[in-house]
Nanobody, 119 residues
C-alpha cells in the first residue's frame, strides 16, 4: 500500500505561482506513475500532469507552458510547479500514484489540496 501526503495549496492572485508537493510512503518501490488531477465544483475530475518512473511527462493542454511536474531522485515525492495561475485553475488538486506488482496495478490518491486563484 501507498500513503500520500500533499501540501502547497492556498490562495493566490491571478498571475501568481504555487508549488504543490506530494510525498509517498509505504510500497514506494512499486510506483511507476505519479501525477496530479484536479476537480472544480460542478465539473468532472481532469488530468493535470503525470510523470512516469522512466521520466516521461504528460500535460493537459490547458496547463502546457505554465505548469511543470517533477520528482525527487528516489521517486517518493512529486511536485507541481504552477505559474501564471488563472481563476479557471481554481480546483481541488489531488495527487495520484499508480503501482504495479504481480497482483496487478493499483491506484492511490491523496486527500486533495485546495487551490484558489482570485484577486
Amino acid at each position: 500500500q501507498v500513503q500520500l501526503v500533499e501540501s502547497g495549496g492556498g490562495l493566490v492572485q491571478p498571475g501568481g505561482s504555487l508549488r504543490l508537493s506530494c510525498t509517498a510512503s509505504g510500497s514506494t518501490y512499486r510506483i511507476f506513475v505519479m501525477g496530479w488531477y484536479r476537480q472544480a465544483p460542478g465539473k468532472q475530475r481532469e488530468l493535470v500532469a503525470t510523470l512516469t518512473k522512466g521520466g516521461s511527462t504528460n500535460y493537459s493542454d490547458f496547463v502546457k507552458g505554465r505548469f511543470t511536474i517533477s520528482r525527487d531522485n528516489f521517486i517518493t515525492t512529486v511536485y507541481l510547479q504552477m505559474n501564471n495561475l488563472k481563476p479557471e485553475d481554481t480546483a481541488i488538486y489531488s495527487c495520484n500514484v499508480k503501482t504495479s506488482s504481480a497482483y496487478g496495478p493499483s491506484d492511490y490518491w491523496g486527500q486533495g489540496t485546495q487551490v484558489t486563484v482570485s484577486s
